[in-house]
């Protein structure tokens, strides 16, 4: 059987940054609040008519194709994690493959919020080490500041929330030495409504109502304090459970890439685990939650300061909503 490897990893991040200085003009809120519960310091809002999910995640791609030596052409299947798709359907996944110019080949939206780029990565994984598919573009987008209110109803996620794009490339390889360990993948859908965005959806008769719109129903609804007990057992649970599939421990671990939640949500797990600062990477500070895209996007930083190395072990983990949760280990 093969193995699949990541071999090219690129991202995208609008140009426009928003300072936490810049919310509390709209917003009871402060800098310091912001900066004590999440780490925040500031995040990319996406420039209308310039800026969509597929043309991030396409921009994100081409550096990623780059980085591994190919072009789209190579390309046999795209998979698209994101929760904020350029339209209901159809998914952000086949307009990306539209602007790289490929045609024919699958394209898949991955749903899984926070957990995506961990959920399309065990697809993408799948797919290789069964044999059907060579070469896998996954990436991974969110435009995530025009669900926000920017007001004193919407601060609670306003303030946590960013836009961005990022992309991996994924091969098969002979080469035993690195690559894909494995990926864990879970679910609990009994806390689905601890974070969502309710409408518009399919179960009314009228998708959207003035009422709705009046009530601050199309915004999303979080349970912070839930999110944030659950996040705080799951990621743990979900890296040790990684280690110990592959026979490892905590002590062979040299990077953890955590989805980028809440600064304070990546310091008790590395507290938790034992690991040293250097060892938990983190850039929420500068690009808030960007949900599917957070864990590439942080992943493709960390390359590109050198902090992560040839022969590392590398551990991807998420939690987030639906409730979803999920882990990678890589040998880099
Ligand atoms: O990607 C995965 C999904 N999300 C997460 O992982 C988020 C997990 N949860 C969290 O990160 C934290 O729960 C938050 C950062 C969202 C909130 O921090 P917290 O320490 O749990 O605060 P809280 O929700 O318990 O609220 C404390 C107070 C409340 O006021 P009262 O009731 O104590 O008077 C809130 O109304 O802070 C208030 N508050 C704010 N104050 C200033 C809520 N949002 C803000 C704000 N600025 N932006």
Redesign the pocket.
């Given at each position: 059987m093969k193995r699949a490897r990541i071999t090219g990893v690129g991202h995208y991040v609008p140009e426009q940054v928003v300072t936490n200085d810049e919310l509390a003009q709209h917003?009871?809120?402060?800098s310091e609040?912001?900066i004590e519960?999440?780490g925040i310091r500031e995040r990319r809002f996406f420039k209308e008519g310039e800026d969509t999910v597929s043309k991030m995640g396409a921009r994100a791609s081409a550096i990623a194709l780059k980085n591994a030596g190919l072009t789209a052409g190579d390309v046999d299947m795209i998979i698209f994690a994101t929760l904020s798709p350029d339209y209901n359907f159809p998914g952000s996944g086949v307009l990306m493959q539209h602007h790289l110019g490929l045609k024919g080949i699958p394209a898949m939206d991955i749903r899984q919020q926070?957990s995506g780029f961990i959920y399309g990565l065990s697809v993408a994984d799948a797919y290789i080490k069964s044999g059907m598919c060579k070469t896998i573009l996954l990436a991974c987008g969110e435009i995530q500041s025009n669900v926000m209110e920017l007001s004193d109803r919407g601060?609670?996620m306003?303030?946590?929330f960013g836009d961005g794009a990022a992309a991996i490339v994924v091969q098969a390889t002979d080469d035993e030495t690195k690559g894909i360990l494995s990926t864990h993948i879970h679910s609990d859908g009994e806390f689905a409504q601890e974070?969502m965005l309710e409408h518009p959806g399919s179960n009314r008769k009228q998708r959207i109502t003035a009422e709705m719109i009046e009530n601050g129903e199309l915004l999303p609804t979080?349970n912070?304090?839930l999110?944030?007990k659950h996040?705080i057992v799951r990621f743990p649970e979900v890296i040790n459970e990684a280690l110990a599939h592959n026979n490892l421990t905590i002590a062979d671990l040299d990077m953890l890439i955590p989805?980028q939640?809440?600064l304070?949500?990546a310091e008790y797990v590395q507290q938790d685990l034992g690991l040293r600062k250097e060892q938990v990477y983190n850039n929420i500070q500068k690009y808030g939650?960007t949900?599917a895209a957070s864990i590439p996007i942080a992943f493709s930083e960390a390359l590109l300061e050198g902090k992560v190395k040839e022969g590392d072990l590398v551990c991807f983990a998420a939690?987030?909503?639906g409730f979803t949760w999920g882990s990678a280990l890589v040998r880099w």
């Open positions: 917003m009871d809120t402060t609040w912001i519960r999440t926070c601060r609670n306003a303030v946590i974070l979080m912070g304090r999110v944030f996040a989805h939640a809440n304070r949500i939650n949900t939690f987030g909503s």
